[in-house]
Nanobody, 122 residues
Framework: QVHLVESGGGLVQAGGSLRLSCAVSGGTFSSLAMGWFRQAPGKEREFVAALSWSHISTNYADSVKGRFSISRDNAKNTAYLQMDTLKPEDTAVYYC???????????????WGQGTQVTVSS
């Protein structure tokens, strides 16, 4: 069973940065595509970023393009989401997820972490 654990969330002022980490265990990390999603209070979960196992395919939500960067270290079984120039509207619970078939759609992801809170103050 694949297990994902996020870390790195917290409270930051607008314009600041955070780096989220997602440690993966119980599976072959190098064969999994990784995605980040978020859910703000009262809103539906939305796609943020995805990265294929080969690093070849990458997608970002329009709202985060140029500010967020997804990466992975296959040697450490860890995926990352670098978030710069944060805005109050980025406030949400951020989830990492894994899938064997690359996708930007949440329903295509088989494994999910518990989420980490990111709060951006104005």
């Amino acid at each position: 069973q694949v297990h994902l654990v996020e870390s790195g969330g917290g409270l930051v002022q607008a314009g600041g940065s955070l780096r989220l980490s997602c440690a993966v265990s119980g599976g072959t990390f190098s064969s999994l595509a990784m995605g980040w999603f978020r859910q703000a209070p009262g809103k539906e979960r939305e796609f943020v970023a995805a990265l294929s196992w080969s690093h070849i395919s990458t997608n970002y939500a329009d709202s985060v393009k140029g500010r967020f960067s997804i990466s992975r270290d296959n040697a450490k079984n860890t995926a990352y989401l670098q978030m710069d120039t944060l805005k109050p509207e980025d406030t949400a619970v951020y989830y990492c997820a894994a899938t064997r078939i690359y996708s930007v759609m949440a329903e295509r992801y088989d494994y999910w972490g518990q989420g980490t809170q990111v709060t951006v103050s104005s």
